[in-house]
Structure formats: C-alpha cells, structure tokens
C-alpha cells in the first residue's frame, strides 16, 4: 500500500473541504518524506506535530460546517474524527518514548483519511453541496 496522493476520486466538490483534504494529505506525504530521508527526531516530530494540529484544524472546521447546516450524522461523524485523533496522539506519545515511526504507521493514516474521505466525507457531500453559500448554511 502507498500514501496516497489528491486525486479527483476523493474530491468533494465542496473548494474549502477539497482544498484542506489536499493539504491534509500533503503533511502525510511530507511526514513520509521525513522519513524516508531518514530525518532526525526533531524534525519528524515538527513534522508529526503540523500533521496533527492540521488535522485538529480541518477537523474542527468540518465540524462546525456540519452543525451550521444541519447534518443529521454529526455525532456519529465527530465520533470518527476523534478517534482518529486519538490514534495519531497514541502515535506521537510513542515517537517522544522513542519508537520508530513506521511504514505501515503511515499508511495506516493515509489509507484512514482516504477511506473516510471516500466513506462518511461523502454522506454529507449532497446536503453540504447544496446548503453552502445559501442563507440556510
Ligand atoms: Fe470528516
């Protein structure tokens, strides 16, 4: 399995969703790169650390969309958003006792942001289409 990159299979056709997906996956990418290249500690963890914050920032902003416009999964949405941060948390308590960040600890992100991308992002992709831009969201 490789970290996957943007492509339009994922898009939302929602620009701010579609825009942070893209870079969300970027800071995948860039973690990997990291290393790949076999970066110090240090820079892994800067690199881990954006990743994170990035994801708590997108996730966040998802969030509030789908309160504004009503979406009836909310809470079962948020539940998935926050167990995966809870993972990449595990994953960064880890690395600072030393672990080694692994291959299959990356795919194991990049394939969770793309099957939810592709799984529950897209259940609310009609109702956000739709609503956003509106008076009603
Ligand atoms: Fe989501």
Not at 18 to 35: F, M, N, S, T, Y
Not at 62 to 73: F, Q
Not at 96 to 109: A, I, K, N, P, V
Request: charged residues 30%; proline residues 2%.
């Amino acid at each position: 399995m490789a970290i996957f990159e943007w492509d339009d299979s994922i898009a939302l056709n929602i620009p701010i969703i579609d825009e942070q997906h893209k870079e969300l996956l970027g800071w995948i990418a860039a973690l990997d790169d990291a290393v790949q290249k076999g970066e110090g500690a240090q820079t892994i963890s800067e690199v881990l650390l954006k990743l994170v914050s990035y994801v708590c920032l997108h996730f966040d902003e998802e969030e509030r969309l789908l309160l504004t416009c009503n979406y009836p999964d909310f809470a079962s949405h948020r539940r998935e958003h926050d167990g995966f941060v809870k993972k990449l948390q595990g994953f960064q308590e880890r690395f600072q006792d030393g672990e080694e960040l692994s291959r299959s600890t990356l795919e194991f992100m990049s394939d969770w942001i793309v099957t939810h991308i592709r799984g529950s992002d897209q259940k609310y992709g009609p109702l956000l289409r739709a609503k956003i831009g509106t008076a009603e969201c």
